[in-house]
């Protein structure tokens, strides 16, 4: 690309070294738009306009980064969730939407005006417990993840979202945890670990720590649930996203822990993804 490339020729070159993906123009927009600091609008308003050749080159690389698999919000820096942007890096998982229905379901049950501790366990980049803080300010949010690393961009997340009623600790699910909470909350890691997706060209820059969830994929979720009711109030309850196949198995590990009022949401695709209950101590 010669060094007076303008928006088009860059989109254009992008797109056809970006072929394989079916994300191919969107992908090479996006990127375009990090580099430059324009919106998309820019791009299709002033197409002749001139990139600077280190901003060109600096494009370039993003696109081959994109061509060798990274993910785009690894390479940009963000993903929006529940309208909110996130930062990532490639040590938290990239925030999936149907974890959205985790937050609507949980939040179904928090009613405005309650002061509740919370916890979420394995916060990650922290969106979920972000977005329930903001919907609920009166509320406390534990944001756990054994991951340091993960923590370090939850906490920059809540700071410049100017979040307060979060606090971030580090721990092997409970180990750090103070209870109890009226309301537990979890995307845990529950691909099996033999699950082929696991290997495909995006989810491969993923943390392992954030997607297997062993042999049968359970291992994080019957961790979680076995030990929930000791963290809970009386008639606390526990919301937990898990795979599409998974639902039945999970409403069954419920039951066996002292939940009723047991249920599973579908995602926005219909499938089985978040399932709940609430724990009577006996
Ligand atoms: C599926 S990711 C969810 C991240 C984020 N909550 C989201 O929904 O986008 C699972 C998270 O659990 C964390 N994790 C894995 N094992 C853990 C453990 N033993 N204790 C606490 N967190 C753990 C991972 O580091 C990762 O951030």
């Known amino acids: 690309?010669?060094?007076?490339?303008?928006?088009?020729?860059?989109?254009?070159?992008?797109?056809?070294?970006?072929?394989?993906?079916?994300?191919a123009r969107l992908d090479a927009e996006i990127l375009l738009c990090n580099v430059t600091g324009f919106d998309r609008s820019r791009l299709y308003a002033y197409p002749e306009e001139i990139v600077p050749e280190h901003k060109a080159k600096a494009y370039m690389t993003l696109v081959n980064e994109r061509i060798s698999?990274?993910?785009?919000?690894?390479?940009?820096?963000?993903?929006?969730?529940?309208?909110?942007?996130?930062?990532?890096?490639?040590?938290?998982?990239?925030?999936?939407?149907?974890?959205?229905?985790?937050?609507?379901?949980?939040?179904?049950?928090?009613?405005?005006?309650k002061t509740w501790r919370i916890a979420d366990l394995g916060t990650g980049c922290g969106t979920i417990a972000?977005?329930?803080?903001?919907?609920?300010?009166?509320?406390?949010?534990?944001?756990?993840?054994?991951?340091?690393?993960?923590?370090?961009?939850?906490?920059?997340?809540?700071?410049?979202?100017?979040?307060?009623?979060?606090?971030?600790?580090?721990?092997?699910?409970?180990?750090?945890?103070?209870?109890?909470?009226?309301?537990?909350?979890?995307?845990?890691?529950?691909?099996?670990?033999?699950?082929?997706?696991?290997?495909?060209?995006?989810?491969?820059h993923e943390p392992m720590l954030a997607l297997s969830?062993?042999?049968?994929?359970?291992?994080?979720?019957?961790?979680?649930?076995?030990?929930?009711?000791a963290y809970l109030t009386p008639g606390g309850r526990l919301f937990i996203e898990h795979g599409c196949d998974q639902g039945e198995t999970v409403r069954s590990i419920l039951a066996g822990h002292q939940f009723s009022e047991i249920g599973t949401r579908t995602d926005y695709a219909g499938h089985e993804r978040v399932s709940y209950g609430r724990v009577f101590h006996g």
Not at 140 to 149: E, F, K, P, V
Request: with cysteine.
């Open 1 to 23: 690309m010669s060094a007076a490339a303008t928006v088009k020729d860059l989109l254009q070159q992008a797109e056809q070294d970006l072929r394989a993906l079916d994300s």
């Open 69 to 113: 698999g990274q993910p785009v919000a690894y390479l940009t820096g963000t993903r929006e969730f529940w309208s909110i942007e996130f930062s990532v890096n490639q040590h938290t998982l990239i925030p999936r939407p149907e974890t959205e229905c985790l937050v609507e379901a949980a939040l179904e049950h928090i009613p405005p005006d």
């Open 130 to 204: 972000i977005a329930i803080a903001k919907e609920r300010p009166d509320c406390q949010i534990m944001a756990a993840d054994i991951s340091h690393d993960a923590l370090m961009v939850a906490v920059t997340n809540a700071g410049k979202l100017r979040i307060n009623n979060v606090s971030f600790v580090k721990s092997d699910w409970y180990s750090g945890l103070a209870g109890p909470f009226e309301l537990i909350i979890s995307n845990p890691p529950y691909v099996r670990e033999d699950d082929k997706h696991l290997s495909q060209a995006e989810v491969r």
């Open 213 to 229: 969830g062993g042999i049968d994929g359970l291992q994080a979720i019957r961790q979680i649930i076995s030990r929930a009711p």
